[in-house]
């Protein structure tokens, strides 16, 4: 699966982006359909506590899986985004294997 990293407002580190692509490659184990990943990472002004944003989109063929969480950390946001995108990519599954 090809995974796309965007950062806004600063630099990822390269330890973040190993840490998204091995939290976001578990979903492609699991959605054998998933095409793509585009991951957004966010940082939200003013500088407060909760200000880390993530957004995971993955794209599969007849619809897409769409996660978005804010955090104080994004490895806390990634986390929360890669279990709600297993809970939909289980749907997912569900929902086309009935086909």
């Given amino acids: 699966m090809n995974i ?6 600063f630099d990822a580190t ?5 840490f998204i ?6 979903i492609a184990k699991s959605c054998d359909q998933a095409a793509s990943a585009e991951v957004v990472l ?3 002004k003013p500088e407060t506590a909760m200000n880390k944003e ?4 993955i794209s599969a063929p007849g619809g897409s899986l769409h ?12 986390d929360l985004c890669v279990d709600a995108l297993q809970r939909q990519a289980e749907k997912y599954k569900e929902k086309h294997a009935a086909k």
């Fill in 4 to 9: 796309r990293i965007q950062s806004v407002h």
């Fill in 21 to 26: 692509e091995k939290k976001v490659g578990k």
């Fill in 14 to 18: 390269e330890k973040l982006q190993a």
């Fill in 54 to 57: 993530v957004q995971i989109r």
């Fill in 67 to 78: 996660a978005e969480k804010t955090c104080d950390t994004f490895e806390e946001a990634i």
């Fill in 42 to 44: 966010k940082l939200v």
